[in-house]
């Protein structure tokens, strides 16, 4: 596989990429033209068979792509066979529904435990998961082994000192559901932020420029 | 103002220069140059500068753009003083979540009210939106006018359902925070996903490839 030069954008079309894939997969279609899928997503067929070539061949001029095939390079690429661990840090509302929702092991990621200063959670499981009291973090990680993410759901003002401590734990990786923008000197430390926001700001461009 | 073929790509960056030059208000910058946005938002100059041009001219050459200026015209062309009205269906964890955190009307989103058929929660309030049953959706339409955008927080078996009572009442826009596609025979109905595992997806791959 050939990875040299994969721009962001590209990287952030794949996630859909692999979710209209998985959908195809689960109706039984086997193979797949970059023209079909170009109609379903609203990408340029031309920039479909572009963005793949930039991971090597994947399809055969004429005959489309092979949809197990695609789908799994793609999970390959974008990690999702690595066995990354993740905790999650703030269960209040949005933790929780984190927790009872979303499919953290369909991303590719086993969700070791959860955090939480409140002690009436400290003990308790929410869907599987064990949460912890926020100070045993270092002993937990000892225990467990240091995630390869943290998703912050905590408030906004403890946030970054949080981070702070996460990464000298050796955290490496945050997802940040916190809505405040968080950084770290320790190179190498990735943040990937949720803007709820953006989201609904483009509808209100969509439902207001018909 | 001229906003013809506007693409896609440069109405999901306009939310991120939005909050970029409302951190800058906040810290009393009055002008700030396409170079300073470039190395704060990763965009280049020249993207940035053709960006803006879309809208018309905001900047002038050598002396950058006018921060409140810049910032107040890329509400209006996002439509944050139309006055939009919103409501939310669903109000379990990401709902509760969502109306005691998310500032909606930050957004130019009036929050009219909130449904759900869960009759421990109807008649109450969440950080001051008051819940009515589901079942009364017609009848509060009736009184406090169609919202523009439902937000949609239900559980996927029921959303496409929901969202075809919606379309019926005369709802054209959806926020969906499903995780499942949503869509209308109805031309005009705009829909605008959150995609959460895209996200941690886009993160996996930057952990597993440094």
Redesign the interface.
């Known amino acids: 596989m050939k990875?040299q030069n994969i721009s962001?954008a590209v990287?952030?079309r794949?996630?859909?990429y692999?979710?209209y894939l998985n959908d195809l997969q689960k109706k039984e279609t086997i193979r797949v033209s970059s023209n079909l899928l170009s109609s379903k997503m609203?990408f340029t067929a031309s920039q479909i068979r572009q963005d793949f070539s930039c991971f090597g061949e994947f399809g055969q001029q004429g005959y489309g792509y092979n949809v197990e095939d695609l789908k799994r390079e793609i999970s390959q690429?974008?990690?999702?066979d690595?066995g990354?661990h993740i905790v999650l840090v703030g269960v209040?509302?949005?933790g929780?529904?984190?927790l009872?929702?979303?499919?953290?092991s369909?991303?590719?990621?086993a969700m070791d435990c959860a955090f939480d200063v409140d002690p009436s959670l400290v003990g308790t499981e929410i869907n599987g998961t064990r949460i912890y009291h926020s100070d045993k973090m270092a002993e937990v990680f000892a225990e467990k082994g240091t995630p390869?993410?943290a998703v912050l759901c905590v408030p906004k003002n403890v946030a970054q000192k949080l981070t702070d401590q996460l990464v000298e734990m050796g955290v490496?990786?945050f997802?940040n559901i916190t809505?405040i923008e968080l950084n770290s000197s320790v190179p190498?430390v990735?943040f990937?932020?949720?803007?709820?926001?953006?989201?609904?700001?483009?509808?209100?461009?969509?439902?207001?420029?018909?």
């Open positions: 990875k962001d990287i952030r794949l996630p859909r692999y979710r609203g690429i974008l990690g999702m690595r990354h209040g509302n949005l929780h529904a984190l009872n929702n979303f499919n953290f369909a991303c590719g990621f390869d993410v490496m990786g997802w809505n190498g990735e990937e932020e949720i803007h709820l926001s953006d989201s609904l700001l483009t509808l209100s461009y969509r439902i207001s420029n018909k």
